[in-house]
Protein backbone atom coordinates (compact mmCIF):
# COMPACT_ATOMS: atom_id res chain seq x y z
CA UNK A 1 0.00 0.00 0.00
CA UNK A 2 1.50 3.60 -0.89
CA UNK A 3 1.02 5.06 2.47
CA UNK A 4 2.21 8.34 1.38
CA UNK A 5 -0.37 8.79 -1.59
CA UNK A 6 -3.43 7.72 0.78
CA UNK A 7 -2.35 10.14 3.40
CA UNK A 8 -1.79 13.23 0.70
CA UNK A 9 -5.05 12.48 -0.43
CA UNK A 10 -6.15 12.38 3.57
CA UNK A 11 -4.69 16.15 3.83
CA UNK A 12 -5.93 17.72 0.16
CA UNK A 13 -9.72 19.62 0.80
CA UNK A 14 -12.22 18.58 -1.59
CA UNK A 15 -15.77 19.61 -0.66
CA UNK A 16 -18.20 18.49 -2.69
CA UNK A 17 -18.47 20.80 -5.92
CA UNK A 18 -14.90 21.28 -5.09
CA UNK A 19 -12.53 18.62 -5.84
CA UNK A 20 -10.36 19.62 -8.85
CA UNK A 21 -6.96 19.60 -6.57
CA UNK A 22 -7.46 15.97 -5.81
CA UNK A 23 -9.04 14.30 -8.73
CA UNK A 24 -5.65 16.30 -10.05
CA UNK A 25 -3.43 14.22 -7.75
CA UNK A 26 -5.39 10.97 -8.63
CA UNK A 27 -5.19 11.65 -11.98
CA UNK A 28 -1.55 11.93 -12.20
CA UNK A 29 -0.56 9.41 -9.62
CA UNK A 30 -2.60 6.79 -12.53
CA UNK A 31 -0.12 7.72 -15.17
CA UNK A 32 1.14 4.56 -16.39
CA UNK A 33 -0.58 2.35 -13.98
CA UNK A 34 -3.48 2.39 -16.49
CA UNK A 35 -4.11 2.12 -20.49
CA UNK A 36 -6.16 5.43 -20.16
CA UNK A 37 -6.79 7.81 -17.65
CA UNK A 38 -9.34 10.68 -18.34
CA UNK A 39 -11.03 13.24 -16.48
CA UNK A 40 -14.78 14.59 -17.44
CA UNK A 41 -16.03 17.95 -17.29
CA UNK A 42 -17.42 17.57 -13.67
CA UNK A 43 -13.67 16.60 -12.32
CA UNK A 44 -14.32 12.73 -12.22
CA UNK A 45 -10.95 10.96 -13.14
CA UNK A 46 -11.14 7.49 -14.81
CA UNK A 47 -8.54 4.85 -14.87
CA UNK A 48 -9.02 2.05 -17.54
CA UNK A 49 -7.31 -1.25 -18.57
CA UNK A 50 -8.97 -3.22 -21.82
CA UNK A 51 -11.00 -0.50 -22.66
CA UNK A 52 -11.97 -2.48 -25.82
CA UNK A 53 -13.56 -5.32 -24.21
CA UNK A 54 -17.77 -5.13 -24.34
CA UNK A 55 -17.50 -6.72 -20.71
CA UNK A 56 -16.71 -3.57 -18.96
CA UNK A 57 -16.89 -3.50 -14.69
CA UNK A 58 -17.03 -0.06 -12.86
CA UNK A 59 -15.60 0.59 -9.26
CA UNK A 60 -16.10 3.78 -7.92
CA UNK A 61 -14.67 5.94 -4.92
CA UNK A 62 -16.07 8.97 -4.36
CA UNK A 63 -13.39 11.65 -3.92
CA UNK A 64 -15.16 14.70 -2.27
CA UNK A 65 -15.95 15.51 1.15
CA UNK A 66 -18.44 16.92 3.69
CA UNK A 67 -18.00 20.50 4.83
CA UNK A 68 -19.29 23.71 4.87
CA UNK A 69 -19.96 26.72 2.09
CA UNK A 70 -19.22 30.69 3.12
CA UNK A 71 -22.99 31.80 2.33
CA UNK A 72 -22.89 35.67 3.58
CA UNK A 73 -20.47 37.40 5.91
CA UNK A 74 -21.83 40.14 9.04
CA UNK A 75 -20.84 43.79 9.03
CA UNK A 76 -17.99 42.78 11.69
CA UNK A 77 -16.82 40.10 9.44
CA UNK A 78 -17.82 37.20 10.74
CA UNK A 79 -18.76 34.40 7.99
CA UNK A 80 -21.85 32.89 8.13
CA UNK A 81 -22.27 29.12 6.28
CA UNK A 82 -24.46 26.67 4.76
CA UNK A 83 -23.75 22.81 5.44
CA UNK A 84 -22.71 20.91 2.18
CA UNK A 85 -23.82 17.13 2.86
CA UNK A 86 -24.38 15.37 5.90
CA UNK A 87 -22.39 17.33 8.55
CA UNK A 88 -22.98 16.77 12.40
CA UNK A 89 -23.55 21.14 13.02
CA UNK A 90 -23.15 20.21 16.93
CA UNK A 91 -19.24 19.21 16.34
CA UNK A 92 -18.01 22.58 14.73
CA UNK A 93 -18.02 25.16 17.50
CA UNK A 94 -14.70 25.95 18.67
CA UNK A 95 -12.79 24.12 15.83
CA UNK A 96 -10.26 25.15 13.62
CA UNK A 97 -11.12 25.48 10.34
CA UNK A 98 -9.86 26.27 6.56
CA UNK A 99 -11.04 28.27 3.84
CA UNK A 100 -10.29 27.40 0.96
CA UNK A 101 -10.00 30.38 -1.11
CA UNK A 102 -8.95 31.58 -4.71
CA UNK A 103 -5.94 33.07 -3.22
CA UNK A 104 -5.07 29.84 -0.97
CA UNK A 105 -6.20 28.25 2.58
CA UNK A 106 -6.92 30.30 5.06
CA UNK A 107 -7.47 29.80 8.52
CA UNK A 108 -10.99 30.09 11.44
CA UNK A 109 -12.24 29.65 14.52
CA UNK A 110 -15.92 28.66 14.49
CA UNK A 111 -17.15 30.73 17.41
CA UNK A 112 -18.12 28.97 20.58
CA UNK A 113 -20.41 30.22 23.47
CA UNK A 114 -22.48 28.98 26.18
CA UNK A 115 -25.41 29.47 24.20
CA UNK A 116 -24.27 27.44 21.09
CA UNK A 117 -23.02 24.72 23.05
CA UNK A 118 -26.08 24.52 24.94
CA UNK A 119 -28.21 24.26 21.69
CA UNK A 120 -29.32 20.92 21.21
CA UNK A 121 -31.17 22.21 17.41
CA UNK A 122 -28.20 24.22 16.12
CA UNK A 123 -28.28 24.63 13.08
CA UNK A 124 -25.40 25.48 10.51
CA UNK A 125 -26.88 29.25 9.84
CA UNK A 126 -26.03 29.29 13.81
CA UNK A 127 -22.34 28.79 13.54
CA UNK A 128 -20.25 31.61 12.47
CA UNK A 129 -16.43 32.00 11.40
CA UNK A 130 -13.82 34.01 13.29
CA UNK A 131 -11.25 34.78 10.36
CA UNK A 132 -9.58 37.85 12.21
CA UNK A 133 -11.35 40.14 9.99
CA UNK A 134 -12.61 43.28 11.94
CA UNK A 135 -15.06 44.42 8.62
CA UNK A 136 -17.31 42.96 6.21
CA UNK A 137 -15.12 44.92 3.41
CA UNK A 138 -11.74 43.08 5.06
CA UNK A 139 -13.17 39.85 5.52
CA UNK A 140 -14.23 39.90 1.59
CA UNK A 141 -11.34 41.02 -0.04
CA UNK A 142 -10.12 37.28 1.70
CA UNK A 143 -13.09 35.36 0.91
CA UNK A 144 -15.59 34.95 -1.81
CA UNK A 145 -19.10 33.76 -1.11
CA UNK A 146 -19.37 30.32 -2.33
CA UNK A 147 -15.56 29.31 -0.56
CA UNK A 148 -15.57 25.84 0.76
CA UNK A 149 -14.84 24.77 4.38
CA UNK A 150 -12.93 22.12 6.16
CA UNK A 151 -12.31 21.32 9.71
CA UNK A 152 -8.42 22.13 9.78
CA UNK A 153 -7.23 18.34 10.75
CA UNK A 154 -5.25 15.93 8.51
CA UNK A 155 -4.39 11.79 8.78
CA UNK A 156 -2.97 10.42 11.98
CA UNK A 157 -1.63 7.23 13.09
CA UNK A 158 -3.17 5.32 15.72
CA UNK A 159 -2.08 2.31 17.45
CA UNK A 160 -2.77 -0.86 15.61
CA UNK A 161 -2.48 0.05 12.21
CA UNK A 162 -5.58 2.33 12.39
CA UNK A 163 -5.97 5.86 11.20
CA UNK A 164 -7.73 8.87 12.25
CA UNK A 165 -8.86 11.93 10.38
CA UNK A 166 -11.62 13.73 8.14
CA UNK A 167 -13.07 12.28 5.33
CA UNK A 168 -11.59 9.17 5.61
CA UNK A 169 -15.33 8.74 3.58
CA UNK A 170 -14.24 8.56 1.16
CA UNK A 171 -11.16 9.07 0.38
CA UNK A 172 -10.31 5.30 1.06
CA UNK A 173 -12.81 3.95 -1.32
CA UNK A 174 -10.96 6.23 -4.15
CA UNK A 175 -7.24 5.14 -2.74
CA UNK A 176 -8.87 1.75 -3.31
CA UNK A 177 -10.40 1.51 -6.44
CA UNK A 178 -7.42 3.04 -7.98
CA UNK A 179 -4.56 0.79 -6.80
CA UNK A 180 -7.33 -2.38 -7.41
CA UNK A 181 -7.62 -1.21 -11.21
CA UNK A 182 -4.04 -0.66 -11.22
CA UNK A 183 -3.23 -4.40 -9.67
CA UNK A 184 -5.50 -6.34 -11.94
CA UNK A 185 -4.25 -4.44 -15.08
CA UNK A 186 -0.34 -5.85 -14.18
CA UNK A 187 -2.14 -9.54 -13.24
CA UNK A 188 -3.63 -9.31 -16.58
CA UNK A 189 -6.88 -8.89 -16.02
CA UNK A 190 -9.05 -10.43 -18.92
CA UNK A 191 -12.37 -7.55 -19.01
CA UNK A 192 -12.70 -4.12 -19.25
CA UNK A 193 -11.96 -2.46 -15.79
CA UNK A 194 -12.54 0.98 -14.93
CA UNK A 195 -11.70 2.89 -11.90
CA UNK A 196 -13.68 6.40 -10.96
CA UNK A 197 -13.04 8.90 -8.25
CA UNK A 198 -16.16 10.21 -8.58
CA UNK A 199 -17.36 13.56 -7.36
CA UNK A 200 -20.24 15.76 -5.61
CA UNK A 201 -21.24 12.15 -4.12
CA UNK A 202 -22.35 13.67 -0.59
CA UNK A 203 -24.47 16.49 -2.49
CA UNK A 204 -26.01 15.50 -6.01
CA UNK A 205 -24.11 12.10 -6.75
CA UNK A 206 -24.04 13.69 -10.48
CA UNK A 207 -20.16 12.25 -10.85
CA UNK A 208 -21.04 9.04 -10.43
CA UNK A 209 -24.39 9.62 -13.41
CA UNK A 210 -21.68 11.23 -15.17
CA UNK A 211 -19.29 8.17 -15.20
CA UNK A 212 -21.54 5.73 -15.36
CA UNK A 213 -23.30 7.03 -18.14
CA UNK A 214 -20.44 7.04 -20.30
CA UNK A 215 -18.66 3.93 -19.10
CA UNK A 216 -21.80 2.33 -19.77
CA UNK A 217 -20.87 -0.64 -17.47
CA UNK A 218 -21.81 -4.00 -17.74
CA UNK A 219 -21.77 -3.98 -13.82
CA UNK A 220 -20.32 -1.64 -11.24
CA UNK A 221 -19.07 -1.61 -7.67
CA UNK A 222 -19.41 1.46 -5.64
CA UNK A 223 -16.30 1.27 -2.52
CA UNK A 224 -17.93 3.18 0.17
CA UNK A 225 -17.29 3.45 4.41
CA UNK A 226 -19.87 1.64 6.34
CA UNK A 227 -20.82 2.17 10.16
CA UNK A 228 -19.16 -0.22 12.82
CA UNK A 229 -20.41 -1.02 15.66
CA UNK A 230 -17.72 -1.87 17.97
CA UNK A 231 -17.78 0.94 20.47
CA UNK A 232 -20.38 2.19 23.06
CA UNK A 233 -23.28 3.22 21.99
CA UNK A 234 -24.49 1.69 19.17
CA UNK A 235 -27.27 -0.10 18.16
CA UNK A 236 -26.51 -3.22 16.12
CA UNK A 237 -29.66 -3.23 15.25
CA UNK A 238 -29.10 0.16 13.30
CA UNK A 239 -25.96 -0.66 12.18
CA UNK A 240 -25.21 -4.29 12.02
CA UNK A 241 -22.60 -6.01 13.61
CA UNK A 242 -19.37 -4.69 11.95
CA UNK A 243 -16.37 -4.33 13.38
CA UNK A 244 -12.87 -2.47 12.62
CA UNK A 245 -10.14 -4.36 11.02
CA UNK A 246 -12.49 -7.64 10.60
CA UNK A 247 -12.54 -7.32 6.87
CA UNK A 248 -14.06 -5.51 4.07
CA UNK A 249 -18.32 -5.54 4.09
CA UNK A 250 -20.37 -6.96 1.68
CA UNK A 251 -23.99 -5.11 1.33
CA UNK A 252 -27.23 -7.08 0.96
CA UNK A 253 -30.00 -5.24 -0.31
CA UNK A 254 -33.22 -5.61 -2.21
CA UNK A 255 -31.23 -3.42 -5.25
CA UNK A 256 -27.89 -5.25 -5.03
CA UNK A 257 -27.40 -7.99 -7.45
CA UNK A 258 -27.23 -11.54 -5.60
CA UNK A 259 -24.71 -13.15 -8.36
CA UNK A 260 -22.36 -10.00 -8.07
CA UNK A 261 -22.48 -10.26 -4.16
CA UNK A 262 -21.62 -13.90 -4.98
CA UNK A 263 -18.52 -13.32 -7.21
CA UNK A 264 -17.13 -11.08 -4.46
CA UNK A 265 -17.09 -13.77 -1.68
CA UNK A 266 -15.63 -16.37 -3.75
CA UNK A 267 -13.12 -14.02 -5.08
CA UNK A 268 -12.45 -13.42 -1.21
CA UNK A 269 -11.67 -16.85 -0.22
CA UNK A 270 -9.80 -17.50 -2.80
CA UNK A 271 -7.21 -14.74 -2.19
CA UNK A 272 -7.99 -15.70 1.70
CA UNK A 273 -9.86 -12.63 3.05
CA UNK A 274 -12.28 -12.52 5.44
CA UNK A 275 -15.26 -10.37 4.60
CA UNK A 276 -18.16 -9.12 6.66
CA UNK A 277 -21.71 -9.03 5.67
CA UNK A 278 -24.01 -5.91 6.22
CA UNK A 279 -27.76 -5.91 5.16
CA UNK A 280 -29.77 -3.00 4.38
CA UNK A 281 -33.38 -1.89 3.15
CA UNK A 282 -33.95 0.33 0.00
CA UNK A 283 -31.59 2.61 -1.57
CA UNK A 284 -27.73 2.53 -0.07
CA UNK A 285 -27.09 6.14 -0.36
CA UNK A 286 -23.61 5.60 -2.30
CA UNK A 287 -23.22 6.24 -5.87
CA UNK A 288 -24.10 2.66 -6.41
CA UNK A 289 -27.91 4.12 -6.63
CA UNK A 290 -27.51 6.21 -9.01
CA UNK A 291 -25.12 3.95 -11.62
CA UNK A 292 -28.03 1.60 -11.27
CA UNK A 293 -30.42 3.25 -12.64
CA UNK A 294 -27.98 5.33 -15.83
CA UNK A 295 -28.54 3.79 -19.50
CA UNK A 296 -30.69 0.63 -19.62
CA UNK A 297 -29.73 -0.23 -16.09
CA UNK A 298 -26.33 -1.29 -14.47
CA UNK A 299 -26.23 -4.17 -11.69
CA UNK A 300 -24.72 -3.48 -8.89
CA UNK A 301 -23.19 -4.26 -5.70
CA UNK A 302 -21.59 -2.13 -2.56
CA UNK A 303 -18.20 -2.74 -0.70
CA UNK A 304 -17.54 -0.99 1.92
CA UNK A 305 -14.64 -0.29 4.58
CA UNK A 306 -15.96 0.01 8.04
CA UNK A 307 -15.39 2.72 9.63
CA UNK A 308 -15.76 4.87 13.14
CA UNK A 309 -17.06 8.14 13.73
CA UNK A 310 -18.78 9.21 10.40
CA UNK A 311 -18.80 12.54 8.97
CA UNK A 312 -16.68 13.48 11.99
CA UNK A 313 -13.03 15.14 12.26
CA UNK A 314 -11.78 12.31 13.48
CA UNK A 315 -12.95 9.22 11.54
CA UNK A 316 -11.14 6.15 12.19
CA UNK A 317 -10.62 3.32 9.85
CA UNK A 318 -7.79 0.15 10.15
CA UNK A 319 -5.54 -0.27 7.29
CA UNK A 320 -5.94 -3.34 7.26
CA UNK A 321 -9.57 -3.41 6.17
CA UNK A 322 -8.25 -0.90 3.31
CA UNK A 323 -5.37 -3.53 1.91
CA UNK A 324 -7.89 -6.60 2.11
CA UNK A 325 -10.60 -4.14 0.11
CA UNK A 326 -8.06 -3.73 -2.74
CA UNK A 327 -6.93 -6.92 -2.68
CA UNK A 328 -10.62 -8.41 -2.95
CA UNK A 329 -11.27 -5.92 -5.77
CA UNK A 330 -8.30 -7.26 -7.48
CA UNK A 331 -9.20 -10.53 -7.03
CA UNK A 332 -12.68 -10.15 -8.18
CA UNK A 333 -11.56 -8.34 -11.43
CA UNK A 334 -9.21 -11.26 -12.24
CA UNK A 335 -11.66 -13.72 -12.13
CA UNK A 336 -14.12 -12.46 -14.10
CA UNK A 337 -14.79 -13.45 -18.23
CA UNK A 338 -16.33 -11.82 -20.85
CA UNK A 339 -19.18 -14.81 -20.73
CA UNK A 340 -20.30 -14.19 -17.23
CA UNK A 341 -24.12 -14.40 -17.34
CA UNK A 342 -25.96 -12.08 -14.52
CA UNK A 343 -29.32 -13.29 -15.20
CA UNK A 344 -30.26 -14.72 -12.01
CA UNK A 345 -32.22 -17.94 -13.61
ZN1 LIG B 1 -19.23 8.13 1.41
Redesign the pocket.
Known amino acids: MNKEFLYELLRTGSVSGNEAEIEKKIYDYMQGKADEVSVDELGNVTAAVNTSSPFRVLMTG?ADEIGLMVDAVTESGMLKVTGIGGIHVSEYPGHKVRIYTERGVIYGAVVSTKGIRDNKDLSPSDLEIDIGASTKDEALAAVSLGDPVTFDTDVRELLGGRICGRAL??RLGAYIVMEALAAAGARGVSVGAYAAATTG??TTMNGAYFTASRVKPTLAVAV??TYTSDYAGIDIGETGDVRLGAGPVVCNNPSIHKKINKMLRAAAESAGIAVQTEAASGRTG?DGDVMHRTGIGVPFALVSIPLRYMHSPAECADLSDVENCIKLLTEFLCSLTPDVDLKPF
Open positions: HDDEEDVT
